[in-house]
């Protein structure tokens, strides 16, 4: 028999990864306005979800505290620009640098504990960082939250700056970060490290006493989750222009929870499918009934009883098993 | 020249668990090279005592020396890549993951560590398909572990084990669950398994120890009661009457 096995994703899976991207590239040309902004919002929103799957997902880390690190990157990209004056690429930087130093010293601490009791200290953790917002009202202004101005939301390049409010710029930035993120998560998931937090999730036990240093494994997971999912909270800041203590609340903990779950847990574009999912579902729901929140819940339910692993999830395991 | 130090030595080892003196002041010493066996009745503190090798126990007292390092502070992922390769006395696979992908995870540990290989897909499947081969596996290398029979998760066990290429490998009750023709098979592979590296072998089928074992252990109530070769453990009054129901 001939046993193989790649450190690198597969011809196949970059083929689908690739026709995903340009497939979204088109959509910048094809969509209306008003569907546009909305996959610009989910392009963006997914990278959080990218970076909440990773640790949930892949390490089985159940964090209840996420929204921490997307309002890090939020803040520590928003906060600079508003009151210094900063340049988006430093401030872009600096909230990405936020998130990750964030997840650090939270992951550091948390990871002590495992099951329930992380469930609780990272909810715990992102209560604080949110009523750390609310605190400093004087800078933050709280749940009203800072508008950034459409003069300071530009991207200088080489070839001039790109003005980051304009829709379809707005589009292929949100459209570019999402592709870095995704093509460094596919590789990660077939690279050694990414075998092993898989694997950390199955039976950690066993890692251990293979030599793995469990410990030090989630920690770099947490990091580089909380540095991806800050890179989406620095990304929205600068594209959409505000920047509001709602999203370091515990509703923001708990969506990317749903959109991964929905999508499929520990799956490439499962991150992408629950998102875009659950934004038209309460697009939908909301323009037909004020009640929209009952119909939400009934199709997440729908959801869970036909795809039990998510739609991505799923799909892989009935028909796809090669998906990443 | 050869080491005339032991490769293991304990040295008034003890871990209580509560009241409870699991292990009590065991002073051990095992030669490299050397087939050992541990054998007691249940509840003796086998598997405690080489947790507290393996470091998944820590002692509530005394040192674990390993090739001359003192590692009784050592967490146990480091004990793993100085050498000490513990298999699981519960069977503990990685139920969803192939049987190849079982033992590639500990190839790749090591090859990570092994700067001059370097960890290639290569190196990954000829190293895992090496030891799944030793251990008889190779031709349900595709096969998810989970569905495994119970045999051929102890095998997998043991082959990953083997593929960390330890210097220790220390086999909690590897025969528990194996028919006899599978015990038979047993007995020739932890032979062929001991030309390489040192065994410590807990067990107890005896036929499995008087055919492998050089010298054996008896524990009991956590304390070491006899040990010597298989001709004068058989012989010894004390362990028959505790161990042996002679
Ligand atoms: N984690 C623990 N907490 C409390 N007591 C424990 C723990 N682990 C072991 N013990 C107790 O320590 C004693 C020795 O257990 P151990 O598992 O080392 O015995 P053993 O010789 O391996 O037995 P067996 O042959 O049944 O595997 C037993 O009385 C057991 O109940
Ligand atoms: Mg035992």
Redesign the interface.
Known sequence: ?K?????APSAKSLALHAGVVLLLLALNFLLPEYHRGIFARVLVLSVFAMGYNLAFGYTGLLSLGHAMFFAAGLYGAGLPIYHLGWNVWPAFGAGILAGGALALVVGFLALRTTGVAFMIVTLMFAQVFYLTTLYFTTYTRGEEGLVLPQAVRRLSLPDGPLDLSDPSTRYLVALSLFTVVLAAILFLVRA?YG??LV?IR??E??????????FANKLAAVVLSGTFCAAAGAAYGVLFGYVGSGFASIQYSILPLLWVLVGGAATTLGPLIGTLFMFYVIDTASSYTTAHLLVVGLVLIGVILFFPKGIAGTVRERWLRWLP | MASLTPLLITRDLCRSFGGLRAVDQVDFSLPEGETHAIIGPNGAGKTTFVSLI?G?VAPTSGSVVFDGTDISRM????R??AGI??T?QIT??????SA??NV???V???L?DDHERG???RA??EH??DALHKVGL??L??KVAGNLSYGHQRLLEVA?GLA?KPRLLILDEPTQGLSDSEIENFISLVRQIGEEATVLLIEHNMDVVMALAQRITVMEQGRVLAQGGPAEIRANPAVQQAYLGG
Do not use: W
């Open positions: 028999m046993i193989q096995t790649n450190l050694p075998r092993s694997a199955e039976n036990e066993r890692m251990r006493m293979l030599g793995y240093d469990v | 393996c998944r967490p146990a992922h480091k793993v890549r390769a513990y699981f503990s696979v990685f139920a969803n993951l190849f992908d590639a995870l500990a790749q540990r090591r990570i960890l290639t897909s990954l499947v895992g398909m190779a031709a290398a595709d990953m960390l």
